[in-house]
């Protein structure tokens, strides 16, 4: 009876491969791995899972940060363009300096540009042609007379609108009293009448 119920009291005592269920294993076992822990120590290639990347690769970079240092090419996204560009012209403000022919998008128009002309203020003054919109009439023109005024003096034919009657007119009437002399039918409207006309005729009278 004792013989029999051995095998049940505990494992044999010689197996050199015995593992141990809970817990760490055999003295025995050379490459032996723990069930809940850290993994193998003598793996080479062995990476922690999260942490700092592998600081032997050399062409991984930082996701977020500043750009690589040695790309020639790259730009940063936002700030002054690039200052080695000859042709930069600036988005607001000055044109880049070694810009011939720079443009300012608000201010004065370009200095060297001939035929550009003020848009407000006085009008080209090497136009010729171009007299003034508002103020006097150019003085030039012989045959513009003033809207208001006087009537021009070397103007035979017109006469006042308003007054006396042309003084040289040798049959002029007195607005209130007696005939000229030289006048042989002459009347008044309401003043003095026509000095060359023979012939007019009151209208009251």
């Known amino acids: 009876m004792d013989k029999t119920w051995r095998p049940w ?3 044999a005592s010689h197996s050199i491969q015995q593992q141990s269920l809970f817990g760490q294993p055999g003295s025995h076992s050379r490459q032996p791995q723990s069930l809940f822990g850290q993994a193998a120590t003598h793996s080479r290639h062995q990476q922690p899972l999260f942490g700092q990347l592998a600081s032997h690769s050399r062409h991984l970079k930082s996701l977020f940060g500043q750009l690589t240092s040695h790309s020639r090419q790259l730009q940063p ?3 002054q ?3 080695h560009s000859r042709h930069q012209q600036s988005l607001f403000g000055q044109p880049g300096s070694h810009s011939r022919q720079p443009q300012s998008l ?5 200095t060297h540009s001939r ?9 080209a003054s090497h136009s010729r042609h171009l007299k003034s919109l508002f103020g ?4 030039h023109s012989r045959q513009l007379q003033p809207l208001f005024g006087q009537l021009t ?6 006469q006042p609108l308003f007054g006396q009657l042309a003084s040289h007119s040798r049959h002029q009437q007195p607005l209130f009293g007696q005939p000229g002399s030289h006048s042989r039918q002459p009347q008044s409207l309401f003043g003095q009448a026509a000095t060359h006309s023979r ?4 209208l009251f009278g």
């Open 77 to 79: 996204l936002f700030g």
């Open 115 to 123: 035929q550009l002309q003020p848009l407000f203020g006085q009008l």
């Open 136 to 139: 006097q009439l150019t003085s």
């Open 9 to 11: 009291n505990g494992a």
């Open 81 to 83: 363009l690039a200052t």
């Open 199 to 202: 012939q007019q005729q009151s």
């Open 106 to 110: 608000f201010g004065q128009a370009a």
């Open 153 to 158: 003096s070397h103007s035979r034919q017109l």
